[in-house]
């Protein structure tokens, strides 16, 4: 592959190929949704059906992010080993595996250890989707394309809502993860038609490999081989090479704060409901109303996001959730309820559409994976504290709105660290951003 062949990809028609990748890596990630989905809605029953106290349910919400940590970590930097395709398919299949088995959990140790292992293959799953799909994309429509790439989980959380709300009060708990792990297991046998990336060939050496997967996926002429290849990947500490260290710093800091914000908020939000005094099944319809309007905040980053760019979307979705997080702890009537959590699902989520975006374009190709994986783990040490916090300070008796504020003054630490990324990044190739030859 020459750079024209580079070129092309950035220049290239969003065609077949493109709407496959991103249906292939989102059906995916939809499920590994689905699982966190379903999680917040069984703490909210298992606290009912086990008499578990706030902290045993907070260090169950917060293992499955300890997993994730660790798979993020761990994938994203094989992935620019081994390749992006190897761990896209592998993390999934572990994901599969493990989300099953914990419907057969009989008391809390065993729910704990499952959870672990499914955060490994969920954590490791996105930035490794993300960055192979990123890689793939013309210049035009990336940004757009990751927004709806990760719109996908909005849907998960959807499906996530839908099944709480109409099986769980019949059939139990167990039902919502039986019915993530079997899909999943689809989505694993889609993924197996999509090649290596074309730039990380590029850069571990197989130019003629990169160039028939270039245009295969382009409709050109020549056949896609879908294997791959081991590289010279930078090594973590590349990271922090001069140049480099505050846009790292920035990002994990971006990626703490949103972690904790949005996993101390959604997690905890059908338990939070029925701490209220709402019924398990009212606090379910309730939530399902606040997942709806996810899918809506995320189009709506996406299609504004190469119109005003990258920064200025996030700042302004980022802001926006951090006051909607704010009235929403202060919201007691129904109908308030509703709106504020309605508002905060549409920004906070249009937000992280943008973030996982913004995100992968930051680092060059062998560096790329390792990148993205490590401001994704750091940050789910914000996923892990919050949802254990919020039980403590539930079980202490802190009123509900100092949780929220909280949260609130947590989005805009992230704000702020959005500001100090670096530069905008909306219509420039992934070489032109990254200085890559």
């Not at 069984?42 to 009912?48: K, R």
């Not at 994986?373 to 919020?390: K, Q, S």
């Amino acid at each position: 592959m020459s750079i024209d062949v580079r070129k092309r990809l950035d220049e290239g028609r969003f065609g077949a190929f493109h709407r496959r990748l991103i249906f292939a890596g989102g059906f995916g990630i939809l499920f590994d949704s689905l699982d966190v989905g379903i999680l917040s809605f069984v703490m909210a029953a298992l606290i009912l059906a086990w008499k578990l106290a706030p902290t045993t349910i907070g260090l169950v919400g917060s293992i499955n992010l300890v997993g994730m940590a660790l798979g993020a970590a761990i994938a994203g930097t094989l992935s620019d080993r081994f390749g992006r395709r190897t761990v896209f398919l592998v993390t999934l299949l572990i994901y599969s595996l493990a989300t099953g088995i914990t419907g057969f959990a009989t008391s809390v140790g065993f729910l704990i250890v499952m959870r672990f292992l499914v955060g490994v293959g969920l954590g490791g799953e996105l930035p490794v989707t993300t960055t192979l799909v990123t890689e793939f994309l013309p210049k035009p429509l990336r940004g757009r394309g990751i927004v709806w790439l990760e719109s996908f989980w909005a849907v998960g959380w959807i499906v996530a809502s839908l099944v709480a709300y109409f099986l769980i009060p019949t059939y139990g708990w167990r039902i919502g993860f039986f019915i993530g792990a079997v899909p999943a297991l689809y989505a694993l046998y889609l993924r197996r038609g999509i090649p290596e990336s074309p730039r990380y060939l590029w850069q571990a050496g197989d130019r003629e490999k990169a160039t028939a997967v270039a245009r295969a996926a382009l409709g050109e002429e020549g056949v896609a081989d879908l294997s791959s290849m081991r590289a010279k990947a930078a090594p973590v500490s590349a990271l922090f090479a001069p140049g480099r260290t505050r846009l790292t710093l920035s990002l994990w800091a971006l990626w703490l704060m949103m972690n904790f914000a949005y996993y101390g908020m959604f997690l905890w939000l059908p338990s939070v409901l029925v701490e209220r005094g709402f019924t398990l099944v009212h606090s379910f319809g309730y939530v399902l109303l606040v997942t709806l309007v996810q899918l809506p905040g995320y189009l709506s980053a996406g299609w504004l996001i190469e119109r005003w760019g990258r920064r200025p979307v996030l700042v302004l979705y980022v802001l926006l959730a951090a006051l909607s997080a704010a009235a929403f702890g202060f919201a007691t009537a129904p109908g308030m309820v509703i709106l504020f959590g309605c508002l905060l699902g549409f920004f906070n989520l249009g937000a992280w559409g943008v973030t996982y975006a913004y995100t992968t374009e930051q680092y060059p190709t062998l560096l790329r994976g390792t990148g993205s994986g490590w401001a994704m783990g750091v940050g789910r040490v914000g996923g892990i504290v919050a949802p254990f916090l919020v039980g403590a300070l539930l079980a202490s008796h802190t009123p509900i709105f100092s949780i929220f504020l909280m949260f609130a003054a947590a989005m805009l630490v992230a704000l702020i660290s959005a500001l100090l990324v670096g530069e905008e990044t909306k219509g420039r190739s992934l070489e032109e951003i990254t200085g890559e030859s």
